[in-house]
């Protein structure tokens, strides 16, 4: 396949089906789903297997890993030119990985894009707003640009050259950014680098009290990012 997408996964199968049909539904074909079932107390491949889709993959961490370490899983078996990420309570919107693939001609290493991020998803209330909230200008420096005002970027807006990944992979030992920490290693390796203009997935930033963003905010956790 053109493109290796990677979800870790614990628990959370409505919201991970929503994620699957969001991949179910993108206008480019030529890619392939990995889940990695971080040890969740019900197994996940029903979930997988529910979807009839001979592109969608699930493996089974043997322990809860965290998503850093189930991450690494994904990366190591996908088989893609490019690896795309997805969290299991997040969306890609359908042209994603089709709008991505028309950028990818002078084959970078590292592709960044936007996305919405939806507070409420309920019609009463619902309440929106695109991240990184400007674009990025020429000439603005990437690390300083993604952390400005607090908008950074998450898996759900990164596109990696697998090759890329055979001398990068996430720190074990970070529960906090850890996502943050991993794309600009990507970056200190990358000898180019694409940002695009596109908002082309949805974060769900919910109030669940067991997101790892609000679970993990002690003095350790930020020391060690």
């Known amino acids: 396949p053109a493109f290796s997408v990677v979800i870790p996964a614990f628990g959370g199968e409505v919201a991970l089906r929503r994620a699957l049909l969001s991949c179910a539904e993108q206008t480019y074909t030529d890619f392939e789903v990995i889940v990695v079932d971080d040890h969740s107390a019900l197994p996940l491949h029903p979930v997988i297997e529910g ?5 969608f993959t ?12 189930s991450r690494n899983v994904g990366m190591r078996l996908a088989r893609g030119r490019y690896v795309l990420f997805i969290d299991a309570d997040d969306v890609m919107l ?17 592709l960044l894009h936007r996305q919405f991020r939806v507070f409420d998803p309920r019609p ?9 909230r400007a674009s990025m200008a020429a000439g603005d420096d990437l690390a300083a640009f993604a952390f400005r005002n607090g ?6 807006v990164f596109v990696v ?9 996430f720190r074990h030992g970070l529960r906090l950014y850890e996502d943050q920490a991993f794309i600009f290693d990507c ?7 694409i ?24 003095a350790e956790d930020l020391a060690a990012f």
Not at 161 to 169: A, I, K, Q
Not at 187 to 193: D, I, N, P, Q, V
Not at 195 to 218: K, T
């Open 94 to 110: 359908p042209t994603r990985i089709e709008a991505v693939s028309k950028c990818l001609d002078d084959m970078p290493d590292l």
């Open 187 to 193: 970056y200190a390796a990358s000898k180019r680098t």
């Open 161 to 169: 050259r697998r090759e890329l990944l055979s001398t990068v992979s």
């Open 195 to 218: 940002v695009m203009d596109a908002a082309l997935s949805i974060y769900m930033d919910d109030d669940r009290e067991h997101r790892a963003s609000r679970s993990f905010r002690d």
């Open 124 to 132: 009463a209330s619902f309440a929106y707003e695109v991240l990184p």
């Open 51 to 55: 979807m009839g889709d001979a592109r």
């Open 58 to 69: 699930c493996v089974r961490n043997p322990e809860n890993l965290g998503a850093a370490a």
């Open 151 to 156: 908008d950074f970027y998450n898996m759900n």
